[in-house]
């Protein structure tokens, strides 16, 4: 595997039920970040973490959970989620700490809430 | 008012035109502006950035920044079919990070 992979990459889900997104890169990189992209929306940056630490959270409900157990693997853990929650989700790393202007992106995880 | 605005298209135009896109944004915070291009199915990949106004090239590509009028362009040069895909500008600094909303530009053969 190469750059950074996501699994799922699609997912339905009822409004109850509980799942978890993965993401991996395989870049040596430093920070990780979970991305939300709606239609016709700006992609919304949801969490960064830097070294395995939260820097970032920009006010995402608390239906959505991020883990960072090591520099190379990112969860976003999901319960309770609303219709208006259906997008793609995209990770992303970068070599240097969060913000940083070249991201490496993933293929991301199409999620239908149903 | 929203951080970034960028027109979302889409534009259709013939294989060997110049396409320009552009993005304007509000906040003098902002120190470094890149292009990420996403084809479909596939998350975005940068395409170029720059820390300052002026002109940077790169092949087929030129991405300009004026930031005294907050305004950001990228022209593709002989475009070609590959290069239909969305491209998204974004901007950082001072501790934030924002995206537009992204423009779909088809080439036609």
């Known amino acids: 595997e190469t750059g950074v992979t996501q699994t799922p990459r699609h997912l339905v889900m009822g409004m109850t039920n509980k799942k978890s997104l993965k993401c991996e890169q395989h870049?040596?990189?430093?920070?990780m970040y979970w991305y939300k992209q709606s239609a016709k929306k700006p992609l919304e940056l949801m969490f960064v973490?830097?070294?395995?630490?939260?820097?970032e959270n920009n006010s995402v409900p608390s239906r959505f959970s991020p883990e960072c157990p090591n520099s190379s693997h990112l969860f976003l853990h999901l319960h309770t989620l609303q219709p208006e929650d259906s997008a793609l989700y995209l990770c992303?790393?970068?070599?240097?700490?969060?913000?940083?202007?070249?991201?490496?992106f993933g293929p991301g995880t199409r999620l239908t809430v149903l | 008012q929203k951080e970034v605005e960028q027109d979302p298209g889409p534009l259709s135009v013939p294989e060997g035109a110049i396409v320009s896109l552009n993005c304007t944004y509000s906040?003098?915070?902002?120190?470094?502006f890149m292009w990420y291009r996403q084809y479909s199915r596939k998350g975005p990949e940068l395409l170029m950035y720059?820390?300052?106004?002026g002109n940077k090239e790169d092949g087929r590509f030129t991405a300009q920044v004026d930031k005294s009028s907050k305004y950001i362009s990228l022209f593709i040069r002989d475009s070609q079919p590959s290069d239909s895909a969305t491209y998204l500008c974004?901007?950082?600094?001072?501790?934030?990070?924002?995206f537009g909303t992204g423009t779909s530009l088809t080439v036609i053969p």
């Open positions: 870049l040596g990189h430093n920070a």
């Open positions: 973490y830097n070294f395995k630490e939260q820097t």
């Open positions: 992303a790393s970068s070599q240097d700490k969060g913000l940083a202007p070249h991201q490496y």
């Open positions: 720059t820390y300052s106004s």
């Open positions: 906040n003098s915070a902002f120190q470094y």
């Open positions: 974004a901007m950082g600094g001072g501790n934030q990070f924002y």
